[in-house]
């Protein structure tokens, strides 16, 4: 059975440069015949970039605002939002990294010309994805980014231009550091939906290189210190949580696997007490635990209350001696 | 005996008389040695309160800035900073120093209370500066803070910690706390004051309190903070 993602909000404006809608003449009679090319054009500003290495999936087909992926990844609940030109980069990253996991057979492969161009041909409708290698020129290491690509009957041509975009580092190590984190974006009402942990694992060049659990116990997160800066390392979620989507994005140095909850009727569990049994043993209630303030603020005062009775006392006390005196002598007089 | 129901009279009175000179002498003495004391601390915290550390120097970052992944995800709760290290001075930890430039005093701040350190320093009771929440308690001598309710709106009070940051205050108001009103003491902090400052009543019963705020744009680094990086 294959999934069906719906795609909100499906603008073809906003596919521009991403999911690129490869257009093809409508008087074509033969439309729908393995006969498109998708040409991508390799430059970084005045750097052609000779040589590099990309292959070409065939992930699904788009029907109306759904996508129907290939069986292989139809099992993953992929969080691909809403497709927009914001969107569409991390939608790519999250297919990509499942195509990893999956081992997805490609559809072609090739290397960039010395011009910076290659030619994938002989392909049919359907949607594409993308994926080039870093490639290393001089000192400079470019990432390319991940390409989400349309071919369908819509357009006036047999040929679409893909201007990938390309991120670039100076080569100051031969590893590189990489965190993955797991989020959760849920509502506390859906978090005992969320697994005790959940397993990933890393890709190199499309083989896995380490499995890792993340839990609550290391925060969701792992860090790698030596990673290569010549390999293609990818992260995947192995298991996506039942009732939750998943989203995969990375850069140079992060993985972030975010897992949306979206609860479903059908598999919404119900439950029910649990059966009432005899116990001989007498249950104790647990503690309580209370907490006091303390009754009184801390006393900050010398002793100066008692210098004044002391001093009043004194004096009535002497007066009182003295007046006894006298009435003592008036006596004896 | 009868004869000298007088002379026991007398005797008694003369005897009430110097017990309350002797506990005065002894009050004053008290004062007069805590005041010494805390002096004598401030000054050496004053020298001990090392220079701020300096801004850690960046590296220059030759990549291209990335976006942080993380960051949209990041706990919303405020980050807490911890506190500066206590400065210990003999057996005492001391979390800062006190400057009222209307009573003109400068007093230490141990960093937590006890009656005996009450009886040479005023002390953290609760709180910290850091989450405007501080309140000192200290004993009402002249030269602790026997004289705060002498403070009035607008005075200033100075609160340095032992990192060398400095806290401004601004007296907002005085009240009278009855002893056992644990609850007024605590509340309002953060909302109706940021520093307390109190101390006991000649009788004993009631608390003089003073409520101050935190001026804006604060912490800044202190002045002898500054000398010290200058030097």
């Not at chain 1, 492969?109 to 392909?123: C, H, I």
């Not at chain 2, 915290?45 to 801004?55: G, N, S, T, V, Y």
Request: hydrophobic fraction near 40%; glycine fraction near 6%; aromatic fraction near 8%.
């Amino acid at each position: 059975m294959q999934k069906k993602n719906r795609l909100a909000g499906f603008a073809f404006a906003g596919f521009a440069g991403a999911l690129l809608m490869l257009p093809l003449t409508a008087a074509q009679p033969a439309a729908a015949a393995d006969d498109k090319t998708i040409t991508l054009t390799c430059r970084q500003d005045d750097t052609i970039l000779t040589g590099m290495e990309w292959t070409l999936y065939r992930i699904g087909t788009r029907h109306g605002a759904e996508i129907e992926f290939v069986p292989e990844l139809s099992a993953y609940s992929m969080d691909l939002g809403d497709l927009s030109a914001d969107a569409v980069d991390t939608a790519a990253k999250t297919i990509e990294s499942y195509i990893a996991a999956v081992n997805l057979p490609p559809a072609a492969q090739g290397q960039t010309d010395a011009s910076g161009e290659l030619t994938f041909s002989g392909l049919g409708n359907g949607l594409y994805l993308a994926a080039g290698k870093t490639l290393q020129v001089g000192n400079t290491m470019y990432y390319p980014t991940t390409l989400l690509l349309e071919v369908n009957n819509a357009g006036t041509g047999l040929n679409y231009d893909a201007y990938p975009k390309f991120y670039y580092t100076d080569v100051s190590s031969e590893s590189r550091r990489y965190t993955v984190r797991k989020v959760w974006v849920d509502d506390d009402d859906s978090a005992h939906a969320r697994p005790q942990n959940v397993t990933v694992d890393l890709y190199k060049d499309g083989a896995i290189a380490d499995t890792v659990t993340l839990s609550a116990e290391n925060d969701w997160e792992y860090r790698w210190d030596t990673l290569d800066v010549q390999s293609e390392w990818l992260v995947a979620e192995r298991e996506i949580p039942v009732d939750y989507e998943v989203m995969i994005d990375y850069n140079q140095s992060q993985f972030l696997i975010r897992n949306t909850y979206h609860h479903s009727q059908e598999t919404e569990v119900t439950t029910t007490p649990p059966a009432v049994t005899t116990a001989t043993t007498a249950t104790t209630p647990p503690p309580q635990i209370t907490t006091t303030a303390p009754e009184k603020l801390v006393q900050t005062g010398q002793l100066w209350w008692p210098v004044l009775p002391l001093s009043l006392g004194g004096v009535v006390l002497i007066g009182a001696g003295i007046s006894m005196r006298s009435g003592k002598k008036k006596d004896e007089t | 005996m009868k004869h000298n129901a007088w002379k026991l009279t007398v005797l008694l009175g003369v005897l009430m008389i110097c017990a309350a000179g002797g506990l005065c002498v002894y009050n004053v003495r008290e004062s007069r040695q805590a005041a010494a004391f805390s002096d004598q601390v401030v000054q050496s915290l004053k020298q001990d309160i090392p220079a701020p550390a300096e801004a850690p120097v960046q590296e220059p970052d030759t990549e291209p800035a990335q976006e942080d992944l993380f960051a949209p995800y990041a706990e919303a709760e405020p980050a807490q900073s911890e506190p500066p290290q206590d400065i210990r001075i003999g057996n005492d930890a001391y979390c800062g120093y006190l400057e009222l430039p209307a009573l003109g005093l400068e007093l230490p701040v141990m960093s937590g209370w006890s009656y005996p350190a009450l009886k040479r320093a005023p002390c953290r009771y609760s709180g910290t500066a850091q989450d405007n929440d501080l309140i000192i308690a200290a004993h009402n001598y002249s030269a602790h803070f026997g004289r705060i309710g002498d403070l009035e709106t607008g005075d200033s009070i100075i609160f340095t910690d032992t990192s060398g940051q400095v806290y401004n205050y601004t007296v907002a108001f005085a009240e009278v706390i009855a002893g056992t009103d644990v609850d007024q003491m605590f509340s309002g902090q953060a909302t109706d004051w940021d520093l307390t400052l109190f101390t006991c009543t000649l009788s004993g019963q009631s608390r003089v309190t003073i409520r101050a705020y935190r001026q804006t744009d604060e912490p800044a680094q202190s002045d002898d903070a500054e000398e010290h990086e200058a030097a």
